[in-house]
C-alpha cells in the first residue's frame, strides 16, 4: 500500500513564507510526477506546481516568481516553497503523486491527506 504524507501547513502573515512537504512511503517501486494541488472554499481544486522525475518543474501562473517546486528522489519526497505569500493563497493544499507500486504493472495517482494554510492579511 502506498501513503502520502503532508507536513508544514500553517498560518502565517501575508508576505510570510511556508515550506510544504510531502512523503511517499509503502510500496513504491517508482515515482513519476509528483506535484501540489490547492483547493480553496467554494472553489475547485487546482494546480499549483508539478516536478517531472527528471526534476523539471511547471507552475501555474498565479504561483510563478513565489514558489518554488523541488523532489528529494532518494527520499520520495516533494517539497512546495511558498514565498510572498497573500491572502488568496489560503487553502488545502494536496499532494499528488504518480507512483508505479511494488509489484504492479501500472501507475495510479495517489493523494495526500490535505494541509491546511492560511495567510491572513
Known amino acids: 500500500q502506498v501513503q502520502l504524507v503532508e507536513s508544514g501547513g500553517g498560518l502565517v502573515q501575508a508576505g510570510g513564507s511556508l515550506r510544504l512537504s510531502c512523503a511517499a512511503s509503502?510500496?513504491?517501486?517508482?515515482?513519476?510526477?509528483m506535484g501540489w494541488y490547492r483547493q480553496a472554499p467554494g472553489k475547485q481544486r487546482e494546480l499549483v506546481a508539478t516536478i517531472t522525475n527528471f526534476g523539471s518543474p511547471n507552475y501555474a501562473d498565479s504561483m510563478k516568481g513565489r514558489f518554488t517546486i523541488s523532489r528529494d528522489n532518494a527520499k520520495n519526497t516533494v517539497f512546495l516553497q511558498m514565498n510572498s505569500l497573500k491572502p488568496e493563497d489560503t487553502a488545502v493544499y494536496y499532494c499528488?503523486?504518480?507512483?508505479?507500486?511494488?509489484?504492479?504493472?501500472?501507475?495510479?495517482?495517489?493523494w495526500g491527506q490535505g494541509t491546511q494554510v492560511t495567510v491572513s492579511s
Open positions: 499528488n503523486a504518480r507512483i508505479v507500486p511494488t509489484g504492479i504493472p501500472r501507475w495510479d495517482d495517489y
Open positions: 509503502g510500496s513504491v517501486f517508482s515515482i513519476m510526477t
